[in-house]
């Protein structure tokens, strides 16, 4: 069964920093793209980071860069999203997508095939 799970949230004060985490199973990960997207309350999907199944090429959303940083470890089948200098505008639940075709904007969720359940991240004091 192929299955990606998400972890590592939880609640953070602003400026902290936090490491999320994806364990794919069921998948040879080098043969996809990886994609981290969040979903605040009230508001839609917006892709946050994406790396390349060759790994050369990464995206990330304006509001993130600098600050978020995507990564992978194919030999251990896991993605992972560091984030550094958290505001409370990062609060959302917090998804990793895999898609097995070459991905071109990396940030629109219809490029991806298989999806986590989440992982929630609260950035408050």
């Known amino acids: 069964q192929v299955q990606l799970v998400e972890s590592g949230g939880g609640l953070v004060q602003p400026g902290g920093s936090l490491r999320l985490s994806c364990a794919a199973s069921?998948?040879?990960?080098?043969?996809?793209?990886i994609g981290w997207f969040r979903q605040g309350p009230g508001k839609k999907r917006e892709g946050v980071s994406s790396?390349?199944?060759?790994?050369?090429?990464?995206s990330y959303l304006d509001s993130v860069k600098g600050r978020f940083a995507i990564s992978r470890d194919n030999a251990r089948s896991m993605a992972y999203l560091e984030m550094n200098s958290l505001t409370p505008a990062d609060t959302a639940v917090y998804y990793c997508?895999?898609?097995?075709?070459?991905?071109?904007?990396?940030?629109?969720?219809?490029?991806?095939?298989?999806w986590g359940q989440g992982t929630q991240v609260t950035v408050s004091s």
């Open positions: 790396l390349s199944s060759s790994g050369a090429t990464t």
């Open positions: 997508a895999l898609s097995r075709g070459w991905i071109v904007n990396g940030l629109e969720a219809y490029e991806y095939e298989y």
């Open positions: 069921g998948f040879t990960l080098g043969y996809y793209a």
